[in-house]
């Protein structure tokens, strides 16, 4: 973990799930976190001792990297 990431606040999971939902808009759920985290495919996250800790900009990268790219209609899908 580089210096800057020390230096920001790292959200529990739960904080986590709550700035996803009022960062984007995007339901996001603890319990979500929780599993993905053990089946892969979450956002990044370190540990202090057994709590996970998110850092802000992980969860907006892993977000953006879950988006779709823009439809002007559904038969574009």
């Known amino acids: 973990m ?3 990431t020390a230096l920001r606040r790292m959200l ?3 904080e986590a799930a709550k700035y996803v939902r009022d960062t984007w808009g995007i339901p996001c759920a603890e319990k979500t976190l929780a599993k993905i ?3 892969g495919g979450g956002p990044p996250f370190v540990r202090f001792g057994r709590v996970p800790l998110y850092d802000g900009e992980n969860l907006d ?3 953006r990297s879950k988006l779709s790219r823009q439809f ?3 038969s574009e899908y």
């Open 2 to 4: 580089d210096h800057q």
């Open 12 to 14: 529990r999971r739960r």
């Open 37 to 39: 985290a053990v089946t």
């Open 61 to 63: 990268a892993w977000v």
């Open 72 to 74: 002007k209609s559904t």
